[in-house]
């Protein structure tokens, strides 16, 4: 063994190149199987319910009979009055936000006796303005003293813009139920906004007095907020199953218990399958499972908001919403009581939900992995950059092997001699010892300035993406493939050029520029695979063959001929490119993919758009950069 | 004298820079003052701005518990106009400190200190930076900008410090230790300079008149005249608060006694939130001894380059101090580059550099997920500052190694380039 380490120590170019290679290699490898492994049975868990206050199912249910007869006369008071607004303007596409049907809700949840209050708000991104209002009530808790609460809402526009008619009503009919009981120690809140993406935001920003000027401030206020549902009933006939969507903005997830609450009660105490991440036919086989954990990934990767429940995940308030799914026989009552059971349980809570995780992976809806068995997937990718990134910093700290100083000894003698080119510091260079034990001495100030300035100029594309108006999107996408395609060729031209001010740059300043990007990169993604893992993940994917892009060297043909191929590999994984080849897959048209972004950027507070510009795409150029400088 | 052209640019930009963030982000200021790694309860611009509504109002600015900064800050603050209304003003004041605080880093470049002292005369004088470029170190370091756009009031203990030094290695001894005196009034720790910074005074004397007194009584000269700064301020704050055991025990008595436990970089917060009630005086009392002791050991040590203990013990108040903050740690950057010609000797800088860039973005990447996702908890953001922390010390004890590796091939001209081996 001993003699193994001298080994390794005397040959630099196995310790400084290919040893890395491997590394970073094998941990790509690690991270990707690690991640294929987690359905598996050894290594995930059965859910279970961490909080014991929440007794789920334990209470009876008394939502039937003559409710429902209280559910048909709201539902006819208010399909007449849709009716009518349609007769009146049919070219309004926002029938439901209208006075008229805001005063019904109103005088409706009054005459129930509940505090009654209203919002209006209006908000403006990619040129297009959205302005709504919104009518809440308030069931003051008779055990209780106003200082927590429920949310309940039941958005006019479901995530999936149908009309929620019956969800509507069902919440309506649940106010009137919910005011006569006695046994509520947390106020009920009841929300009704004219849809999923904007009621909610401006509602739950206001109630924390954070709202923009655009948006009204709330007249009538509750306590803490412990929890909320989102009722979604957008259809007719009878339903067979619950679909549960708990992803919030930016990835964020709300506590495991809830989800487990929601799945016991509609499976346990009422007999209703629940259903995640839209997998309808789920056999508990492997592939399902990862099917279910992929589709979770791509949602809480994208970060933006699934349904009206994800704009109160960023205030710590845990939210899901339920969504009747498939033909079967259980009726608006089934899911009424369902939601009842629901706010029976919340209600028992004695401190906010902690108990059980914030951090997981569903693949089934009793089963899922916690943070501690998946983070290291995604730490293995933002590792093997940090490995990258050291590696390449101690080879250029010795240049007494030939192989690794340059390609020719005239090279270094005048990295010896060099000054540095920015004009703030001025260095000289160590005295070296021929023993190739001493450190050479790094020429610094241009790898930082670029590497830095790199990262700066992603602020344009993302200032340009979030403010332009929306039907210059696809344009603008195309117009940026084209940047992406020239501008590393150009900075490679300006770079071996010396960029004109200073001496030609050298070998070891190209490989301390890749070692400088690579080392931000794995430190980007590491923190961020704290924070929103999935995106970490799918970015250190995107971003592996960066570690093992190198400027060329050798015959002038073979170079140029793999250097172009290397560039037209890595512009299919730029950010763009990947958007339009994403969306070309999905059938989405761009503009609605970066509108949506756009969106969420001004409104919900998503930052993936900062992940992807001032994290992705500079690493990305580097690489192009580096890549392109073999053809200089 | 002639304008030196480069630091004109490097001072200007600098100024611009911040004046460009401050315009383009106007809740930037805000944001960066709320946030612990900043401000800490001994130096928050908002704290100050509290004692600074009670002292106009004339109440005691020491009643509501909240404020815990010098006096004499009250009418210096009380000058500028309301920061609600028109914060520029004092967003450009703090501009020109920093300024300031970058002229002296030159100045104590230029003096060429820290290669060539009395005592001691580096190996490899020929790799340096000129003033300029460290104070260009010292104007765009992340850290130092942060720490300006959030006005805490250790911005002014790093002057008094900075001008202390560059007064002592121009020779200027009296002023030296007034400006020490000014430092050390307004956050106490940096009395604990006092040591180092006669034997720099003592040796620029020395080397300018050869006749100069013994250490003994000059360090017992300067040792009355910094007690006698300092306590002339005391009266000033005296004259101006009236009851002099009140800010007393609400300003030197909380450094000491460490009362508020709010989150921050260092590492008493968390081990003073674990421990029993009973035994917090003897752990207040050893922690204190503990940053204390460096500086016995210190400049013992490394008599013959006191400007290297300087910098090495303000690394130790950047790690071991009760309200650490990033502060702390731009000063100690700042002085650092003055050590250029150690840089070689060095072994760990790519680590120690690489785990503070970890843990300045997983710090607040924690702190987030503790206080406002709720996911995570305390444990969380210690961990972190334990990284920041170990990044310092490995900077700290590399660099004192390097110093210590100079001194030695100084002395054994032979062993020069010698591997170390542990024996």
Known sequence: MPAAIRNLRSDPQLLFVRLPNLLSLLCIVVGVVWLLLLPLNDYSRQTYISENALLPGQVHAYFTGSEQNIFRGYKKELEGLINEEREDGAQNPEVESTPAISNKIHSILQAAGLKVATQKYEYTSAGITHRGENVYGIIHAPRGDATEAIVLVAAWKTADDELNLNGVTLALTLARYFKRWSLWSKDIIFIFPPDSKTGTQAWIDAYHDLHPSSVQPLPLKSGALQGALVIEYPFD???????????????????????????????????IGANLQEMWQHDDSYEARLKTILRGMTKQGLGYATGAHSSFMPYHIDAITLQPKGEGWEDEMALGRTIESLCRSLNNLLEHLHQSFFFYLLMQSNRFVSIGTYLPSAMLLAGNFTIMAIALWMRTGYHSDPKLSGPTGSESSKLKSEKSSSPGTQKDVAETKTDGSAVAERVLALPLTLVSGLHLLGLVPLWIFNTIFHQYFTTVTYIFVAVDIVLPLLLAALLSNGLGISTPIVRQQYLLIKSF???????????????????????????????????????????YAISSLGLVLLNILSPPTVLIGICWYTGVPIETVLTQAAFGWDVWGMWTQVVVWCVWWPAWLIGCVLLGSSMF | MAVDRRKVAVFGAAFVLRLLLICFFPSLPDLLTGRVEVSTPVNSFKRLQEGLYLYTRNVSPYDGGVFHQAPLLLPLFSLLPDVKSNPVPTAVFYFLVDLLNAQALATISESGQSVQSRLHSAIRKHIRWDGVSVAAWFLFNPFTIATCLARPTSVFTTSGILFAVSNAVDGNSLNAMLALGFASYLSLYPALLFVPLALLCYDQRVQKCPQAPSTVVFILQHGAILFGSIAGLLGLSVLITGNFWEFMSATYGFHLLVPDLTPNVGLWWYFFIEMFDSFRGFFLGVFWLHLASYVGGFTARLRRQPLFIITAILGVFAIFKPYPSISDASLYFALLPLYRHLSPLMRYTFFAISALLYSSLLGPAFYHLWIYAGSGNANFFYAITLVWSLGLSILLADSIFAALRDEWEQDHPEAKGQEVKQV
Not at chain 1, 241 to 268: K, S
Not at chain 1, 548 to 558: D, I, N, T
């Open chain 1, 237 to 271: 006939h009878r339903f067979k199953t619950l679909h549960i969507v708990y992803d919030g903005v930016n990835g964020q997830l709300p506590n495991l218990d809830l989800f487990n609450t929601a799945v016991a009660i509609a499976g346990g105490q009422m007999g």
């Open chain 1, 517 to 559: 990007a690579l080392l931000l990169l794995g430190l980007s993604l590491s923190t961020l695979a704290t924070l929103n893992f999935s995106l970490a993940f799918m970015i250190g994917l995107l971003c592996t063959p960066l570690s093992f892009v190198v400027r060329l060297e050798g015959a002038a043909p073979l170079r």
